[in-house]
Structure formats: structure tokens, C-alpha cells
């Protein structure tokens, strides 16, 4: 009974831990109360003058861009990388496991000084081009790995099945492959997405004139913006993030219905 006390306790105590802050940066958003000292009343004026910030709305457009660009261009090669990893056994596949694996353990700071360094050695200018690659380079590993996940459950005989009743690999990647990966792939596409929107440490290092993001331009307002308008800013952009991570956990324990495939139909 001790035991059970205290470890509802410890619960407790970290999702105070965790929680708390988001719920007062939420409540923070709503306060009249230019820089949160005190509460003066609830408002929507700090949501206004965001939404009035024209470098804010450029910030975002930028944000929407790279993340769209960087998750399309990872999903297509973490969708590869994650089949031919899972489907061809060879002593090389250890070193392309490494290879895949290696963005995921490697420190943020460490990569974008590695990137950086790698564009300036060919004189390449930083800007939108230079964040999309960025980004594609850690969110590769992410989507490989949600796939091979997916492909875990892959049953290779259904493949076989569709070969015996005469399907050619055109219409078996489109009925059988595309819709067992499917949810895989849109939960490795929006974690992508996630990933590249949140990012602030390697966007830093290899971002360029035009190419500043909303985590690059919530560091610069607190050093010289408004506290309320960050405020409301964090919450949006939280807003966002959040549901794009809960739609991916929702496709990742999604599980096809593969007794209603049908191989034999159009």
C-alpha cells in the first residue's frame, strides 16, 4: 500500500513537473499584462499583435516550407532505406545500419557545426537550400526507422501470392506494398515533419539571410521582442507541433486490415 502511495506520488509530482510551465506559459498568452508580472485581466491583444507581426508570418511561411520540403524528400528515402535495410541481408547492411543510425545519437551542436563547415568548404551560400538539406539529414533516420518498424509485421507471402495470381510489381506496390506501409510511412512523414519544424540548434548554424524560422525567431524575441507576444507565439506553434506528433501516434497503432485486400480485383 506504501509502495502504491508513493508511486502515484512521483507521478504526480513529475507531470506537475512537466506540465506546469506549458500551462502557465498558456495562461500567460491570455493575460493583459504586458510582461506577465501580475494578472490584469484577460485578453487577446497579444495574439493579435502576433498575427500583425509581418516577420513573424515570414518566419512561419519559412518554417512551413522547409518542414513540408524536408519531410517529402526523407519519407522518399527513409521509405527506401528502410526496405532495401529489411529486405536484403548482407554483411554491408551492419555498416548502412550505422550509417542510418548515426543522426539519431549524434549531438545537434556536432552536426550543424559538421554541416556548416561542410557548405562553407563549398562555397555553398546558407539559406532555405542549406536548412532543407540539413534537415533531410536528420529526418531521414527517423522515417527509416518508423518504417522498419511497420515492416516488422510484413508478410513478404502476400508478395508472392499476388506474383502467382499473375499481378505485375506495379499493381502489387500499389494494392499490397503502398497500402501495409501506408501508415508507417505517414506516421515517419509526420514525425518528420515535427522534427523539422521544432528544430533550433542546426537551423542556427546553416540558416542564411531569408531563411529564419519560428524556433530561430522566438530565440531572437526574447532576446529583444515582448515577453507576451513569445507567449503567444509558443502556444501557436505548440498548438501545431501537438497535433501534428498525435496524428503520427495514431497512424503508427493503426493496423491495416489486410484480409480485405483484394488481389484479384481492381
Known sequence: MKSRYTSLFMTVAVAVFMYLPIAVLITQSFN??????????????????????????DAAVNTLIIAA????????IGTCAAWALHKYKTSLQNVHYLLVYAPLVMPDILM??????????MSVNLGLATVILAHITFCVSFVTFTVLARLQDFDFALIQAAQDLGAGSFRIFFKIILPLLLPGIAAGA?????????????????????????????????KHGTPAVINALSVVFMALTLTVAVVGQILTHKKPKQEKLQWGKN
Not at 37 to 44: E, H, I, P, R, Y
Not at 69 to 76: C, L
Not at 112 to 121: C, N
Open 190 to 222: 509526420l514525425m518528420a515533419f515535427t522534427l523539422s519544424m521544432d528544430d533550433f540548434v542546426v537551423t542556427f548554424f546553416v540558416g542564411g539571410p531569408g531563411s529564419t524560422t519560428l524556433p530561430v525567431k522566438v530565440y531572437g524575441m526574447m
Open 32 to 57: 493583459a499584462s504586458k510582461f506577465g508580472g501580475s494578472w490584469k485581466g484577460f485578453s487577446l491583444r497579444w495574439y493579435e499583435a502576433l498575427f500583425n507581426d509581418s516577420s513573424v508570418i
Open 112 to 121: 550543424g557545426i559538421g554541416l556548416l563547415l561542410l557548405f562553407v568548404s
Open 69 to 76: 520540403a524536408a519531410t517529402v524528400f526523407s519519407t522518399v
